[in-house]
């Protein structure tokens, strides 16, 4: 199981992240209302740090236009989307911009894990999310069992390291966020007990 570090803000978290083998790291780009988002100069900062051969991805909520053409020269290898999008809209996305895409489906019932369908040709990667956005909320992960789909499968939502063995094989990365803080901010401990205890699972399987 890969792993996402998302919500990055500050140099030494992104250095850890990609010391300790984070296979993504996650910025918040446009959405003030999380306290995980940074403006555009520091955007620029953080992902021209070395990454090695962890990935950079730039989280969006509903992006504009003229926010995807800006973010596009950030030194990001994904856009993560959540919004209204349809096929169409991600696969032009993708070839205007050239960046490999997340399409994020958030979930409120069961029947929310079907809304990958429309998008399991063109998505790089499909992120199973919670719908609290800034907020990290629980679901069922064990309604990712339904899923037939040969598609990079991320999921989201509240989880910490007490949750890493129960979801391991339910999806080929997992994002987490709030559970590597404290007060709010990226606590470096939490980043590398985290990232260790995933690598100690992996090793296992």
Sequence with gaps: MKVKVCGLSSAEQVKTC?????????????????????????AKELTNIEKKYTKYV????????????????????????YGNYNEKSISDIKLKFNKKVIVTIQIKNKKDILNYKQFEKI????LWDSSGLELSLDWNFDWMNSIQSKVTKMIAGNINIDKLERIFNLADIVDVSGALETNKVKDISKIKNFLNKLKKLNNEN
């Design 58 to 81: 730039g989280v969006l909520v509903n992006p504009k236009n003229e926010e995807l053409e800006k973010f596009s020269k950030l030194n990001i290898d994904y856009f993560q989307i």
């Design 123 to 126: 998505a790089d990667i499909i």
């Design 18 to 42: 990609v010391q300790h083998e984070a296979d993504y790291c996650g910025f918040i780009l446009n959405y003030p209302k999380s306290h995980r988002f940074i403006q555009f100069e520091k």
